[in-house]
């Protein structure tokens, strides 16, 4: 269990991390979203004690992270797959890492086996792959076998593969009851690892809420409805309290009413239906409508023109 | 994370970061090669001088003139046990494993110290060696390791070196950019030998206390009274390497990683 109250960072001026409370729990997999600069790395950089808060804290386990006296057989992380020494062989990075915390070789080549870098052991990082980098990185994090897992962008530079292999083994580490903190910018991906959200914008708390409310509340649902008669039938849905907007080609998207209630109303007028299906709003609906207000770096079409 | 485990650590890293033995090699190079041009140099000007001032002449006092610049290549070996993780972007993952800094910076210094402590004496061998072969091969009087004063002199030489080490990992610490803190590293190393430069006090001042220079004195076999002992030189070296140290551990402990 990762614990943050209050939890600040400021630089100078700016609070990079502002206020965050929250609960990471166990035996789920907790998605840390938000957007570019939202203070996601900063807040896990807090987490492991590599930068102090301003105020507030941040334990695992009600303890902080210096204070762990086997860091390692707590708390994995990965932070930036980059940070390897190009010429240190993938054995020796971990191998270094091992023996601080009093971890022998065979969990070292243990773990090289767990995330597929058996082969290259005895390489130097500097001529692997982002894959193999981020891998080795998985590595690290695995090293002492940890009951908290923090991974920030795991996915980032793998392949499909890969990212299926980062889905099963963070899932895997939830159901064996580890504490898994996963940031990503990848939605489709995180509706299929993530139970629990934390979203965060400007440093902010945004939510933190299971996946599937978070998409509930968040996003519109709506049906799609195609009809021939799409004249008659737009005023009929409004005059019932309806939404209707122009869907994709030709369709109609109406909120606020139910396929069920649609279909009865278009039935009740003799208008024919071509298809009628309800659109579940997916994450990234839900996370772009939620976290619109707080992006910092947006790209607007207008910006481009003039 | 135990103080041993953090050594092996260390000295895991150590040894796979190729500059250090390219330093390391260097060294060697450094230490024969003017080891015999300093002996070569003090034969000329035994062989010019007067015969008072061949009475007065010394043959243990160019021996380890090139410890000096032996120094330049150790002290980088300290700075780049620092830097090169700073460079690799591997110093916020070598905290997460080791968060308490202080025992990081420990173990470094300890794998640091050790090893150019152990290459201190042979390096010194080599220098004084070469030299004393330069002076014989022209005639000029010359000592040999067995002579009075010259095996603490060269045991006094991993002092130096395991001094010179430290201080260029503090360095790297304080500075965290090999560059840097090579150039101002050197730059302070080999200030006495400018000392000529300055007014006649100030250069008085450099020559005795400057920390170096008061190091060498360890290589002193004939001290004499104008300057310091080997053994209070010494002091000045290590009281120096200490307060560097201490600044580096605060500074480390106090910022971000
Ligand atoms: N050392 C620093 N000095 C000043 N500002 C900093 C520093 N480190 C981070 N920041 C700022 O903190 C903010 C949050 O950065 P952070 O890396 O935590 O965001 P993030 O959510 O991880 O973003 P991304 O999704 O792009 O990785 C950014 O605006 C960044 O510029
Ligand atoms: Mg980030």
Redesign the interface.
């Known amino acids: 269990m990762i614990e943050l109250r209050q939890l600040t960072r400021r630089y100078g001026e700016v609070t990079v991390v502002d206020g965050l409370s929250f609960d990471v729990r166990p035996g789920v997999v907790t998605g840390f979203l938000g957007p570019n600069g939202a203070g996601k790395t900063s807040t896990m950089r807090m987490i492991l004690g590599l930068d102090r808060p301003t105020s507030g804290s941040a334990t695992i386990g009600g303890r902080r992270y210096a204070d762990l006296p086997v860091p390692l057989r707590e708390v994995g992380a990965l932070l930036d797959a980059h940070a390897v020494h190009p010429r240190r062989t993938a054995f020796d990075h971990l191998l270094s890492l091992a023996y601080g915390n009093g971890i022998g070789r065979r969990r070292v080549e243990e773990v090289l086996g767990l995330v597929g870098l058996a082969d290259v052991a005895g390489r130097r990082p500097g001529g692997f792959s982002l894959g193999m980098k981020q891998r080795l990185g998985i590595a690290v994090a695995l090293l002492g076998d940890p009951p908290v897992v923090l991974l920030d962008e795991p996915v980032n530079g793998l392949d499909p593969e890969g990212i299926r292999w980062i889905r099963t083994l963070t899932r895997s580490l939830a159901a064996e009851g580890r504490t898994v903190l996963l940031s990503s910018h990848l939605m489709s991906e995180m509706a299929l690892t993530a139970d629990h959200l934390v979203v965060i914008g400007r440093g902010r708390l945004i939510a933190d809420t299971g996946l599937e409310a978070f998409v509930q509340a968040a996003a519109r649902q709506g049906v799609l409805v195609r009809t021939p008669d799409a004249r008659r039938l737009a005023p009929l849905l409004r005059e019932s309290g309806a939404t209707v907007r122009p869907g994709v080609d030709g369709g109609l998207m109406v909120t606020g009413l139910s396929g069920a209630e649609v279909g009865g109303l278009a039935g009740a007028h003799g208008i024919v239906l071509h298809e009628l299906t309800p659109r579940r709003a997916s994450l990234e609906d839900a996370y772009l409508e939620l976290t619109g207000d707080s992006v910092e770096f947006a790209t607007s079409a207008a910006g481009v023109v003039s | 994370?135990?103080a041993y485990?953090?050594l092996?650590?260390?000295w895991?890293?150590f040894r796979?970061?190729?500059a250090m033995l390219g330093c390391l090699a260097g060294a060697v190079v450094a230490a024969g090669s003017y080891g015999y041009l300093f002996g070569t140099a003090a034969a000329r000007e035994y062989l010019g001088a007067s015969a008072a001032d061949r009475a007065a002449f010394d043959p243990t006092e160019t021996a380890f003139r090139a410890l000096v610049l032996v120094g330049v290549l150790v002290s980088a070996v300290g700075v780049l046990a620092v830097t090169?993780?700073y460079a690799?972007?591997?110093m916020?993952?070598?905290?997460?494993?080791?968060?308490?800094r202080g025992l990081l910076l420990l173990?470094k210094g300890a794998v640091v110290a050790l090893t150019t402590l152990l290459v201190g004496p042979p390096l010194a061998l080599l220098s004084f060696t070469l030299s004393q072969a330069a002076l014989a091969a022209q005639g000029v009087p010359s000592v040999g390791p067995g002579d009075p004063g010259v095996p603490a002199a060269l045991l006094g030489a991993g002092l130096f070196t395991g001094l010179i080490g430290l201080y260029g990992m503090a360095l790297g610490f304080l500075l965290r950019r090999s560059a840097g803190a090579i150039s101002l590293g050197t730059f302070l190393l080999i200030l006495p030998g400018m000392a000529s430069l300055f007014p006649k006090p100030v250069a008085r001042w450099i020559v005795t206390w400057w920390p170096s220079a008061a190091g060498a004195r360890i290589f002193a076999v004939h001290p004499g009274t104008e300057l310091l002992t080997p053994l209070a030189g010494a002091g000045v070296l290590a009281a120096t390497v200490l307060v560097l140290l201490c600044a580096a551990v605060a500074v480390f402990r106090g910022r971000?990683?």
Do not use: Y
């Open positions: 994370m135990t485990g953090v092996r650590s260390e895991v890293k796979s970061v190729r090169s993780e690799a972007g591997t916020p993952v070598s905290i997460t494993a080791v968060p308490r173990g971000d990683a």
